[in-house]
């Protein structure tokens, strides 16, 4: 009767565990400009596999910098292809992981309402004080914005007026401040749910840039990481699909 008490008792305590005991934490190194898309996304894992997201924002150069000298991050999201690339042919992360988690769009923004009307006569008026852009050596959207100056015929004339960004999240900051009139910004910044948030803006038409196309990895680190491998493939869902294109990126 002790044995079969005791057997009982051990049971019910395994049985009364909570899913959370069982949880492991993944550690995901996330471009700035896929911060609201991610923290929506690291929100609906959470809640379907039970595991913890610990999530950090920042630029995609920093952060490669960061893991070459053995950071401790699981998961890599960059904002461009060559990072994870470069990775990869230096061993550092798990074979066969790279993939293309999003495609991201280019918008002329201001937070001021009409300032902008879906075209892009207010930047060829030169009617406006500053003009803000993410550092291109830094940043590939900051790429993308000289593309279009170049295309547009307005790189030395708006020259003056520049204002750069270390990277697309503090241009972003530029701009939402009025600290600059307008500029270049992560279409995902001003968009939720398929709607522009706030402001006036300009969605560039594709074709003006060249693509956008942000790689995501799994570390060398998360080898045994069963939720950072889940968080990869959690990004692949029709859920994770569903919230990046309500953010106005495109996906594979």
Do not use: C
């Not at 547009?152 to 697309?168: A, P």
Request: glycine share 6%; proline share 3%.
């Amino acid at each position: 009767m002790r044995l079969f008490n005791s057997l009982s008792i051990i049971l019910l305590s395994f049985l009364m565990l909570s899913p959370s005991t069982y949880a492991e934490e993944v550690h995901a190194a996330v471009a700035s400009n896929f911060t609201a898309a991610m923290k929506d996304i690291a929100k609906q894992y959470e809640e379907e596999s039970g595991n913890k997201v610990i999530l950090s924002f920042g630029s995609s150069g920093k952060f490669f910098a960061q893991i070459q000298n053995g950071a401790p991050f699981d998961v890599f999201l960059s904002a461009d292809q060559n990072k994870p690339d470069a990775l990869e042919k230096a061993g550092a992360i798990i074979p066969n992981s790279r993939f293309t988690y999003a495609i991201g769009a280019l918008a002329l923004w201001s937070s001021k309402a009409d300032f902008i009307d879906n075209n892009n006569a207010r930047l060829k008026s030169g009617d406006f004080n500053k003009l803000a852009l993410a550092n291109p050596k830094l940043a590939p959207y900051g790429v993308a914005a000289m593309e279009v100056l170049k295309g547009l015929g307005l790189t030395e004339k708006t020259r003056s007026k520049w204002v750069m960004g270390e990277n697309i999240s503090q241009t972003y900051q530029f701009v939402s401040t009025g600290n600059t009139d307008l500029g270049f910004v992560a279409l995902s910044q001003i968009m939720s749910k398929g709607h522009i948030k706030s402001g006036s803006s300009w969605i560039i038409p594709s074709d003006q840039y060249s693509p956008i196309r942000q790689d995501a990895v799994l570390l060398k680190k998360a080898e045994n990481n069963a939720a950072a491998k889940g968080l990869i493939d959690y990004l692949r869902s029709d859920t994770a699909r569903n919230i990046i294109h309500s953010y106005g990126y495109k996906t594979e």
